[in-house]
């Protein structure tokens, strides 16, 4: 069974300064990777995915996040935040080698950007 | 813009009282997913239909129920809302149940239970 651990449940940061969210998975099969933020009273947007090749995936609003399979880890970045980025972020995970396409979510970690 | 639509956004219901949920959807995908929001949570899968197929998971209350009368629309139906339901509710689409796809989210219901 695939499971997300976001270690960090609340990130405040200064404006302009960078930031990472930490993500571990676990799983025995080989998974892809994916963040996703919500907003306020709103739905879940993608931010960046892992399918396969380069480790280092870009994804939008200036963020990235770096795949790590010896560390099991799927930690984002952005190296200067705005007011703007505050919001949830979830990791997630999908093992399509099991047959299904079931997202498996952490429970979040909610940024919080400082003026 | 092709998206995916929830109404209502906030619902207000009765303990015991059954209340149903919108969803639909103008992508066209073939797969349209229910995820259940606590406070502080993450998404929980509850069930997903690939075209008219109904897959439900292992560990969702028979409370709730849903309905896919076509590609466009799909309904979350809670048959006796008891008050730890209370929760968002969020629709998801995706194109392929078989390859990995982007899963595309509504902006969620908001369920209150009184």
């Known amino acids: 069974a695939q499971s997300v651990t976001q270690l960090d449940s609340q990130v405040p940061v200064f404006e302009e300064a960078p930031v990472e969210l930490r993500c571990n998975y676990s799983s025995s099969v080989s998974v892809y990777l994916f963040w996703y933020v919500q907003y306020p009273n709103q739905g879940l947007q993608l931010l960046l995915k892992?399918?396969?090749?380069?480790?280092l995936v870009k994804g939008i609003n200036g963020f990235e996040a770096e795949f790590n399979k010896s560390q099991t880890s799927f930690h984002l970045r952005k190296p200067s935040v705005h007011i703007s980025d505050t919001a949830e972020y979830f990791c997630a995970v999908s093992a399509p080698e099991t047959g299904a396409n079931n997202l498996f979510f952490g429970t979040g970690t909610r940024l919080t950007v400082i003026p | 813009d092709a998206m995916v639509i929830q109404n209502p956004r906030y619902q207000v219901t009765q303990f015991g009282k059954p209340v149903t949920l919108s969803c639909s959807q103008t992508?066209?995908?073939?797969?349209m997913y229910w995820y259940q929001q606590k406070s502080s949570q993450a998404p929980k899968l509850l069930f997903h239909y690939y075209d008219k197929d109904f897959n439900n998971e292992a560990d969702t209350p028979d409370n709730f129920q849903s309905r896919r009368p076509n590609t466009s629309f799909c309904f979350l139906d809670i048959r006796s809302p008891g008050l730890g339901d209370a929760a968002m509710y969020l629709c998801?689409?995706?194109?392929?149940?078989?390859?990995?796809?982007?899963?595309?989210f509504g902006p969620g219901t908001r369920l209150t239970v009184l």
């Open positions: 998801a689409t995706s194109r392929d149940p078989d390859r990995v796809n982007e899963q595309f």
């Open positions: 892992y399918l396969s090749g380069s480790t």
């Open positions: 992508l066209n995908h073939n797969v």
